[in-house]
T-cell receptor, first 115, second 113 residues
């Protein structure tokens, strides 16, 4: 089955700096890679996702890059703000048209944005 | 608000007991997933249902079971509870065919005393 590794487990940055979280996956057939943000005691919320036919996707201060050859993808947050402090999870999945599929999650990165 | 609802929000029970957690997916979503998140842990996939049928199993204990009903809501049954079962249990739903984004419910916090 799929295995997703995520690094670092904790990350502390100063407000305004950039943060980068990296994930690798094992199943070369995986084609869908979402990122979730989870604040303490809250539900995971999708912040951005990328499919394997795209190498990069941006949404304001958040971007995700995908390297299919190396089987890794990264989350980039620019101009970090205190409200970005949370746990971030990457995930990978193989989507098959007409069926549902399960996500395999990384172990999470606790991001702390300091003033 | 993701549109996925879960009840109850909190549940406190004793070891050896049995509980049922309920999830209603977003309107139009056919697939339901259950996850367990222990303190400071990641999301452990338990089980997935698609349109009433079990589709995938993860790290689900034999003491746990689930089902998805004709109206697409799902229930997760946890029996012979142990202290280590205390966790946040999340339900997520997705629409098929792709895009297959999973949207999470608010979770049920289970405390076993």
């Amino acid at each position: 089955g799929e295995n997703v590794e995520q690094h670092p487990s904790t990350l502390s940055v100063q407000e305004g700096d950039s943060a980068v979280i990296k994930c690798t996956y094992s199943d070369s057939a995986s084609n869908y890679f979402p990122w979730y943000k989870q604040e303490l005691g809250k539900r995971p919320q999708l912040i951005i996702d990328i499919r394997s036919n795209v190498g990069e996707k941006k949404d304001q201060r958040i971007a995700v890059t995908l390297n299919k050859t190396a089987k890794h993808f990264s989350l980039h947050i620019t101009e970090t703000q205190p409200e970005d402090s949370a746990v971030y999870f990457c995930a990978a999945s193989r989507l098959v048209p007409g069926t549902a599929s399960k996500l395999t999650f990384g172990t999470g990165t606790r991001l702390q944005v300091t003033l | 608000d993701s549109g996925v609802t879960q009840t109850p929000k909190h549940l406190i029970t004793a070891t050896g007991q049995r509980v049922t957690l309920r999830c209603s997916p977003r309107s139009g979503d056919l697939s339901v997933y259950w996850y367990q998140q222990s303190l400071d842990q990641g999301l452990q996939f338990l089980i997935q249902y698609y349109n009433g049928e079990e589709r995938a199993k993860g790290n689900i204990l034999e003491r746990f079971s689930a089902q998805q009903f004709p109206d697409l809501h799902s229930e997760l049954n946890l029996s012979s509870l142990e202290l280590g079962d205390s966790a946040l249990y999340f339900c997520a739903s997705s629409r098929s065919p792709p895009p297959d984004t999973q949207y999470f419910g608010p979770g049920t916090r289970l405390t076993v005393l």
